[in-house]
């Protein structure tokens, strides 16, 4: 089955203690973003990869970090946790190229807690 | 920057009638896609619908439907027969064509009462 797998689904953490929010996708995407959702605002974008290696920032990367070594995997770091990321974070995945271009998959959310 | 905007942030309807949701954009450019996707409370993503700013029919999916007016840069989503599995948080969301990159709206939240 064609998805965008996150993990953990729930989180709860204590600030400054290093975490990792697992994004893993089987369609052979090119490009994978992570978003921020908060009551209010919408989704925002933190972090996007156009391929393997290949990563720039969104609209709030304050506190964030990424990496894609492997076209698969997109992985969110929070180096530091503090409780203004406390939110709902989506990976998505989608094309760059053909019919179905820029239709972004998503997956099914990380509800994180920063205490 | 392009900009989403969706003003009304919760709406209801009767089940088996028909809603729109309202959303308008803000853009200079000529190429761009639209979406509409839709965000039960198990959270979840899922696209609705998506519109390509260069064709001018309206894009369909079964009940959903949408009202593109560019020159207005209205992009509308009506739901007929409404049905209780639509409350969900409905999100207008802007892609410039060349960019991957998506603007979302704040979102509307649909309730439908049996």
């Known amino acids: 089955e064609a998805q965008v797998t996150q993990n953990p689904r729930y989180l709860i953490t204590v600030t400054g203690k290093k975490l990792t929010v697992t994004c893993s996708q089987n369609?052979?995407?090119?490009?994978m973003s992570w978003y921020r959702q908060d009551p209010g605002l919408g989704l925002r974008q933190i972090y996007y990869?156009?391929?393997?290696?290949?990563?720039d920032k969104g609209d709030v990367p304050e506190g964030y970090k990424v990496s894609r070594k492997e076209k698969r995997n997109f992985p969110l770091i929070l180096e530091s946790p503090s409780p203004n990321q406390t939110s709902l974070y989506f990976c998505?995945?989608?094309?760059?190229?053909?019919?179905?271009?820029?239709?972004?998959?998503f997956g099914a959310g990380t509800r994180l807690s920063v205490l | 920057a392009q900009t989403v905007t969706q003003s009304q942030p919760e709406m209801s309807v009767q089940e088996a009638e028909t809603v729109t949701l309202s959303c308008t954009y803000d853009?200079?450019?000529?190429?761009?896609?639209l979406f509409w996707y839709k965000q039960p409370p198990s959270r979840q993503m899922i696209l609705v619908i998506r519109?390509?700013?260069?064709?001018?029919q309206n894009a369909t999916e079964n009940r959903f439907s949408v009202n593109f007016q560019k020159a207005a840069k209205s992009f509308s989503l009506k739901i007929s027969d409404s049905q209780l599995g639509d409350t969900a948080m409905y999100f207008c969301?802007?892609?410039?064509?060349?960019?991957?990159?998506?603007?979302f709206g704040k979102g509307t939240k649909l309730t439908v009462n049996p």
């Open positions: 990869s156009m391929n393997v290696e290949v990563t």
């Open positions: 369609m052979n995407h090119e490009y």
């Open positions: 998505a995945s989608s094309l760059t190229r053909g019919t179905a271009k820029n239709i972004q998959y």
């Open positions: 969301a802007f892609n410039q064509g060349g960019s991957e990159k998506l603007v």
């Open positions: 853009t200079s450019e000529n190429n761009y896609y």
């Open positions: 519109q390509e700013a260069y064709k001018q």
